[in-house]
């Protein structure tokens, strides 16, 4: 039966029918047909998508102009469509500047600056152009104004998809009302379905951006949404850093080698990447050496062999003496060294021959020099018993005791058949060339001897052996042969990533800190309790970044179901793909329970009434699409992600214990409160006697401070005792209607309108009392308040 394929080329002139068909397509064009991939797949969802891209350009043009933003949201209804407008205060965007900005997709500043940013690939807004003039047919309109021009530029433009370029219907210039900043107004078919989401965008963004105001108006507010900022401390800037050597491709690492203006791999490595100096060099290049040249095994000196005899032999047409006395030395220097690889062993020829040289005034020239160090090496190596009972302690170390001596000598010896048949006299050798070596021998031995060696004890061989070979001191090859030499280019790659670097710099990256990550979370929601971690900078493929987590409990947060994630990568929330995100899943396996929130069935999202934020802040950070809505599931971000939120966990985890012993304290005083009174009337009743004082007795029992005040002709005393175990400093102020006179020491009086303030800050240790004092008038009125120790632990009577 004929195939489908074997037909194929029946017909004459089809590769070039289909050849003519086939044509070059712009980024423009592409996304124009997958405009889902950047997040803009629904009306709803294109709109919160739109308002995300124009903001987040909006912060970024303020930021690094110095500038604290204020960023206004305003969408209309327009016919059948949905009008949105987006203004800042930035620096503006010059005329020229305009066009490729809002109308060329790909076209922006940050894609090769290794430093944090929001958007970096120059293709959110151009594609918020691009969405709207799709599906309105209408063009994109900005304003923009540069600091200290007269007067603003204004441009009506949509791209051309064919030649992704922009293509301008109107621009001229025009007055407007900011001093500077920028405008743009799109029109485009949307609903607000996503309410909630963009809602969410928006107080999201202002709680990772606490410098930031917006103001968002939308049909159906009574009343703008306004969201002021928390601090005037712009985000710290950042610099530009250059790549890391652990995060380097192969096909980058060439071409980084075809365009560096460095003719050696010393001055390359430390011109190019960044955290690496002369040491860190050298220590890439040794490892270089050891996949380019390979490494020399290394052999003890035996105790039997006539070096110095063999050395003597080896020199020809020199005086006795000095033949003598070099051949003396180096066998002198030989027997000093625990173990010698041959250049290491040139190395010393060459040296004692310098000092020959130099003692006797004669020429000991390269062919003497080759001659020795032959002679002494075959002295040293010739013979596979001696390397054989070199290897046999190392073999015998490495593997494990219940190997009997036979099987260790078997395999010692059958390695050092190895190296004395080697294609290499010198004995240098690769890793992999070495692992060969060990795996075959160790075949052999089990054949012969019917023996076992596993794995393990074949890799502990290899690795015993490996620490004795020695990096070879070649010349390593210049630039433009490791850039022309694949093979090259990928040891030198794997040499780099070998070598322990420090991690990159972090000034190149902006985290919210601590500090503002709570500000944020407490200008945005009314909460108990607030936390917030930074973490220490981490690397993950060269990329440094920086992890920070908050959460915020309580209050007016709603306790109706799951906690509410907060999602941002480089001060951006992340609305939509939750489910798929990293750090939900992180959120998800951490055992909520010991932290105090239910979690039902031990995993999953915990349910209460708590916020948590999770910060991801990078140089590169590692998204699921290009709609940037989600994290990659990367370890090292994930473990980052879970310290961050298990230190302010354990935040919450102490104020939930300390609140639950509150609880319980408040309920055992409210029945001791009950109870004490009750039983003094019937120890009264029973025994005929007085009521029993019980002042003072409820703040014993309970361990309490207690403050009791007292009047007594004209003075009024404020007696502070302590029967916790712990010193307590208080805030205590009595309020008084008429004017105190002879006010005891330490204390402030501060007149408010009629009222006085009487207040003392005393520090009171355990099981001490402090007495407070001052004198007043008759017919006075007295108010306390007792600050700095919680109101469970304190027992006010006044």
């Known amino acids: 039966m004929t195939s489908f394929q074997s037909t194929l080329g029946e017909d004459a002139g089809i590769a070039e029918e289909l050849a003519e068909s086939q044509r070059a397509i712009s980024i423009a064009e592409f996304f124009e047909k997958n405009k889902h991939m950047l997040g803009f797949d629904s009306g709803a969802r294109g ?11 909006a912060l970024d043009a303020t930021e690094e102009a110095g500038i604290a933003p204020d960023v206004y949201v305003e969408i209309t209804e327009a016919g059948d469509y949905y009008r949105l407008v987006v203004e800042d205060n930035g620096p503006g965007i010059t005329r020229e500047q305009i066009p490729k900005v809002f109308g060329k997709l790909l076209y922006g500043s940050r894609f090769h600056k290794r430093e944090q940013n929001r958007g970096q690939q120059g293709i959110g807004i151009s594609a918020a152009v691009l969405y709207s003039q799709l599906t309105s047919g209408k063009p994109a309109k900005i304003t923009s104004r540069t600091q200290g021009s007269a007067d603003a530029q204004y441009f009506e433009l949509i791209v051309d998809t064919d030649s992704n370029e922009p293509e301008i219907d109107a621009a001229t210039t025009t007055s ?14 949307a609903n607000m379905r996503a309410r909630s989401q963009l809602h969410d965008y928006i107080k999201h963004t202002a709680v990772v951006n606490p410098h930031a105001r917006f103001e968002l108006r939308e049909p159906g507010l009574d009343e703008p949404l306004k969201f002021e900022r928390a601090t005037d401390q712009l985000p710290e800037e950042t610099e530009e850093i250059r790549p890391h050597p652990h995060g380097v491709e192969l096909g980058t690492l060439i071409k980084m080698l075809s365009a560096t203006d460095s003719y050696s791999i010393s001055g390359f490595l430390q011109e190019e990447f960044t955290r690496v100096g002369q040491k860190t060099s050298d220590k890439v290049i040794d490892n270089f050496r050891d996949r ?15 070096l110095e005899g063999v050395v003597e032999e080896a020199v020809a047409n020199k005086s006795a003496a000095a033949t003598d006395w070099f051949a003396d030395r180096v066998t002198e220097t030989l027997a000093d060294r625990e173990r010698t690889a041959h250049h290491e062993l040139a190395a010393v020829v060459g040296t004692v021959a310098d000092d020959t040289e130099a003692e006797f005034d004669e020429t000991f020239g390269e062919t003497v020099r080759e001659n020795a160090v032959e002679a002494a090496w075959d002295a040293l190596t010739g ?40 294609d290499d006299p010198r004995h240098r050798l690769a890793r992999d060339t070495l692992d060969d070596y060990v795996a075959r021998s160790a075949d052999r031995v089990e054949e012969a001897l019917d023996a076992t060696l596993g794995e393990t ?54 985290p919210i800190t601590a500090e503002l990550v ?83 069935g031990g995993s999953g999202l915990p349910s209460g009434p708590a916020v948590v934020t999770v910060h991801v802040a990078s140089t590169n950070v590692p998204f699921t699409s290009e709609s940037k809505d989600a994290l990659a599931n990367v370890p090292e971000i994930e473990d980052e992600i879970e310290l961050a939120i298990r230190e302010a966990a354990r ?61 007594e002709a004209g003075t009024v005393t404020l007696t502070v005792e302590n029967h916790s175990d712990r010193s307590e400093d208080l805030d205590v102020t009595d309020i008084v209607s008429v004017e105190p006179t002879r006010v005891s020491d330490g204390a402030s009086v501060i007149d408010m309108e009629g009222e006085w303030f009487v207040q003392w800050s005393p520090s009171v240790s355990a099981g001490e009392t402090a007495t407070l004092t001052y004198e007043v008038g008759t017919d006075a009125e007295f108010d306390l308040d007792v600050d700095g120790v919680e109101a469970e632990k304190l027992t006010v009577n006044a």
């Open 651 to 711: 935040e919450l985890k102490s104020y939930l214990n300390r609140r639950r012993s509150l609880q319980k304290r408040r309920r055992k005083q409210e029945v001791l409160g009950d109870i004490l009174p009750r039983m003094a009337d019937k120890v009264s009743e029973v025994t005929g006697r007085d009521r029993p004082n019980i002042d003072g007795a409820l703040a014993r029992i309970m361990n309490n401070v207690s403050v009791e005040r007292t009047v």
């Open 518 to 600: 709570e500000a944020g979370l407490r200008k945005e929601y009314d909460a108990d309790f607030y936390a917030a971690a930074t973490r220490d900078a981490d690397v993950h493929g060269g990329d440094p970044f920086i992890v920070e987590a908050g959460i915020a409990y309580g209050g007016e947060i709603p306790n109706d179901g799951s906690v509410d994630v907060l999602r941002f990568a480089n001060r951006v929330p992340l609305v939509y793909q939750r489910g798929a995100c990293a750090t939900t899943d992180v959120v998800k396996s951490i055992g909520w329970r010991n932290y105090g929130l239910d979690q039902s």
């Open 176 to 189: 407007w009302d900011r001093p500077h900043g920028t405008r743009i107004e799109l029109e485009m078919e």
């Open 292 to 306: 380019h040249y390979g490494r020399e095994m290394s052999w003890t000196t035996p105790e039997d062999a006539d």
């Open 47 to 57: 709109l919160v998508t739109a308002v995300k891209e124009a903001v987040d350009n």
């Open 457 to 510: 004890a074949r890799e502990n061989v290899a690795d015993a052996v490996w620490t004795l070979t020695r990096t070879v001191p070649d010349d390593p090859p210049r630039i433009r042969d490791v850039a022309d030499d694949r093979d090259t280019a990928s040891e030198l790659l794997e040499a780099m990533r070998e070598t322990d670097i420090l991690a990159p710099p972090t000034d190149c990256l902006s």
């Open 383 to 422: 013979e596979t018993e001696r390397l054989t009972t070199d290897l046999h302690a190392v073999v015998d170390d490495a593997t494990s005791t219940r190997k009997d001596d036979a099987t260790v000598r078997g395999l010692a010896e059958r390695i050092a058949d190895k190296f004395v048949a080697g």
